[in-house]
């Protein structure tokens, strides 16, 4: 299979793991069960690692990964999540981790967008500015 | 000269008898006294004329013709000369407007000389004044932007070095309760 064909069939098989909108443990169990039965070993590894990067993508954009220094509370990353499925038009689950070197503030990643509200981003940009 | 004599003679001894005629036989007989008689006289005018023949001839004839020759030679030298000197004097006419003319020419040349040298110096006192004042300008040129790049080095340096001490600063200072406050600022920021 050439890597054009593997996109294409890894996007596939992520449509068919998706149930509303929102990627299905169920679904994914029963696409890899599929494949294992149905495809040679060697067309195999190719195949499931551009649905693993379709799916790790997919679930990234359910997701607000936030960054944050010192204390956030569940109330604030929920406001946090709930701002940027408004934004972007889907649900957006928070997933917070801690991370003191910010300094303070927080930073969002929701698939491939990045929001910096960090104390250490302003401190960096104060710095090209004067330099 | 025996026959003139012998003819002069015959003719004296034929004429005598008639000296005693007139008064032109007493002229005659008294020439004949002093030894001058016809026959002779008439003999002396024919050698006399014979001999200016010969010697209009021979001799005079020929010195007119080279004295009239050396008067032509003489004319024609006196032309010649008058001509030379006429040529000589246009000679000298022309001489000497060709030597005002090359007089003219040569100041003129030396004029347009002085003159092309002056403008050659001009040409490369302004060349050189061009490259001196373009080296002048690199130099500035190159010496402002090698003290921007130092100031912004140096900028760079300092800026880094406060942020870095700020970072430092505040990840020690800041506690928990200022970080919450700073999340929640952010909260809001991101609401607006």
């Given at each position: 299979m050439s890597a054009a064909s593997v996109r294409a069939e890894a996007k596939r098989l992520l449509a068919l793991s998706l149930e509303g909108g929102v990627v299905s443990s169920d679904r994914v169990g029963a696409v890899l069960a599929a494949l294992s039965k149905s495809r040679p070993a060697h067309q195999l590894r190719p195949l499931l690692r551009a649905y693993l990067a379709n799916i790790r993508r997919e679930l990234a954009r359910g997701e607000a990964r936030i960054e944050h220094a010192g204390p956030l509370a569940s109330s604030a990353a929920d406001a946090i999540a709930a701002h940027f499925s408004a934004v972007l038009g889907r649900a957006v689950r928070p997933v917070a981790r801690r991370n003191?070197?910010?300094?303070g503030g927080f930073r969002v990643r929701v698939g491939d967008d990045v929001t910096d509200l960090t104390a250490s981003l302003r401190l960096a940009n104060l710095a090209k500015s004067l330099s | 000269m025996t026959f003139l004599s012998a003819l002069l003679a015959a003719e004296t001894a034929h004429e005598a008898p008639k000296a005693g005629a007139g008064p032109l036989g007493d002229i005659v007989h008294l020439f004949g006294s002093f030894g001058v008689d016809k026959a002779h006289l008439t003999v002396q005018v024919v050698n006399f004329a014979l001999l200016a023949f010969v010697l209009y001839r021979f001799a005079i004839k020929p010195a007119l013709g080279q004295l009239e020759e050396r008067i032509r030679q003489a004319e024609q030298l006196q032309q010649d000369r008058a001509a030379a000197e006429a040529q000589l004097a246009a000679a000298q006419k022309t001489a000497e407007a060709r030597l005002v003319a090359a007089s003219d020419e040569a100041a003129k040349i030396l004029a347009d000389a002085r003159n092309a040298a002056k403008a050659a110096v001009e040409a490369a006192r302004a060349e050189a004044q061009a490259a001196q004042t373009e080296v002048i300008a690199k130099a500035k040129a190159a010496i402002e932007a090698d003290r921007v790049k130092m100031m912004d080095e140096v900028r760079g340096e300092v800026s880094r070095l406060v942020v870095a001490t700020a970072a430092k600063v505040l990840e020690q200072d800041l506690d928990d309760a200022q970080r919450g406050r700073l999340n929640e600022a952010a909260v809001k920021q991101l609401a607006r």
């Amino acid at each position: 299979m050439s890597a054009a064909s593997v996109r294409a069939e890894a996007k596939r098989l992520l449509a068919l793991s998706l149930e509303g909108g929102v990627v299905s443990s169920d679904r994914v169990g029963a696409v890899l069960a599929a494949l294992s039965k149905s495809r040679p070993a060697h067309q195999l590894r190719p195949l499931l690692r551009a649905y693993l990067a379709n799916i790790r993508r997919e679930l990234a954009r359910g997701e607000a990964r936030i960054e944050h220094a010192g204390p956030l509370a569940s109330s604030a990353a929920d406001a946090i999540a709930a701002h940027f499925s408004a934004v972007l038009g889907r649900a957006v689950r928070p997933v917070a981790r801690r991370n003191d070197a910010l300094l303070g503030g927080f930073r969002v990643r929701v698939g491939d967008d990045v929001t910096d509200l960090t104390a250490s981003l302003r401190l960096a940009n104060l710095a090209k500015s004067l330099s | 000269m025996t026959f003139l004599s012998a003819l002069l003679a015959a003719e004296t001894a034929h004429e005598a008898p008639k000296a005693g005629a007139g008064p032109l036989g007493d002229i005659v007989h008294l020439f004949g006294s002093f030894g001058v008689d016809k026959a002779h006289l008439t003999v002396q005018v024919v050698n006399f004329a014979l001999l200016a023949f010969v010697l209009y001839r021979f001799a005079i004839k020929p010195a007119l013709g080279q004295l009239e020759e050396r008067i032509r030679q003489a004319e024609q030298l006196q032309q010649d000369r008058a001509a030379a000197e006429a040529q000589l004097a246009a000679a000298q006419k022309t001489a000497e407007a060709r030597l005002v003319a090359a007089s003219d020419e040569a100041a003129k040349i030396l004029a347009d000389a002085r003159n092309a040298a002056k403008a050659a110096v001009e040409a490369a006192r302004a060349e050189a004044q061009a490259a001196q004042t373009e080296v002048i300008a690199k130099a500035k040129a190159a010496i402002e932007a090698d003290r921007v790049k130092m100031m912004d080095e140096v900028r760079g340096e300092v800026s880094r070095l406060v942020v870095a001490t700020a970072a430092k600063v505040l990840e020690q200072d800041l506690d928990d309760a200022q970080r919450g406050r700073l999340n929640e600022a952010a909260v809001k920021q991101l609401a607006r």
